[in-house]
């Protein structure tokens, strides 16, 4: 059976829907992401970009507790809902941090090496291959040289228990895509190379959900 993927406009249903509630997902999102941070040098970031800000509960974090005073925020977002909750939430940083609303392409309506940081959590496992490749070569074109990329993602299973999830998810997945949000299990570093070096990458699995993290430099 072949793989159905959500439209660009069906995810911007589902998210309109789903709303507040992808929050509850860090149960098993929170580790995977906390690993990519670790390795993105947050401390001498001056610009971040985020695709698919979500309610904005990591740029909050971000402008909070990782950037320095005078780092800018700016996530972008499909879902109309979630830009409403992603700016109520960092309203209090001013203009320092924006959120703008998108038609869902993979394109990026920013200059040329204007950030030095680009982030992606669980976004590109919503994503066909060929959208991942243009937004990767979207994060390249607006990352200056020596900019870090950050990606977490589902990807497949690697304990017994992760497979099996995994394994349910797909199977899911098949009969409707909304009941698991469109996503699906990918392998990230499939997508990452040549104009990238990567710096890190590992798999993290919590709750049976198998997350695949990868931090990668701007060549």
């Known amino acids: 059976m072949r793989d159905a993927l959500f439209s660009h406009e069906q995810a911007r ?41 979500g309610t904005g509960r990591l740029a909050e974090t971000l402008m909070r507790e990782r950037l320095p ?7 972008v977002d499909v879902s109309a809902t979630m830009v409403a909750l992603a700016r109520r939430r960092l309203a209090p940083f001013g203009d320092r ?34 959208d991942i490749r243009t937004l990767l070569s979207e994060a390249h074109r ?4 020596g900019g ?11 304990t017994l228990a ?20 469109g996503c699906r299990p990918i392998a990230l570093e499939t997508y990452v190379g040549g104009i990238w070096d990567v710096r890190h990458r590992a798999t993290v699995v919590r709750f049976g959900m198998p997350s695949e993290v990868l931090v990668a430099v701007r060549r």
């Open 69 to 75: 005073e005078r780092a800018r925020y700016l996530g």
């Open 148 to 158: 870090r990329l950050g990606l977490a993602s589902l990807t497949r299973g690697t």
């Open 13 to 53: 249903a589902f998210y309109d829907r789903f709303g507040a509630w992808q929050d509850r997902q860090r149960f098993y999102e929170d580790d995977a992401v906390e690993e990519m941070l670790r390795h993105m040098a947050l401390d001498e970031a001056r610009s971040v970009c985020e695709f698919g800000c």
């Open 97 to 130: 941090a924006g959120v703008r609303l998108t038609d869902g392409a993979p394109r990026l309506d920013l200059p040329d090496a204007c950030v030095d940081r680009f982030l992606s959590t669980y976004v590109l496992d919503l994503l066909g291959a060929e």
């Open 162 to 181: 992760s497979k099996l999830v995994m394994k349910g998810w797909t199977l899911l997945r098949r009969m409707s895509p909304a009941l698991v949000g």
């Open 142 to 145: 607006v990352l200056e040289p």
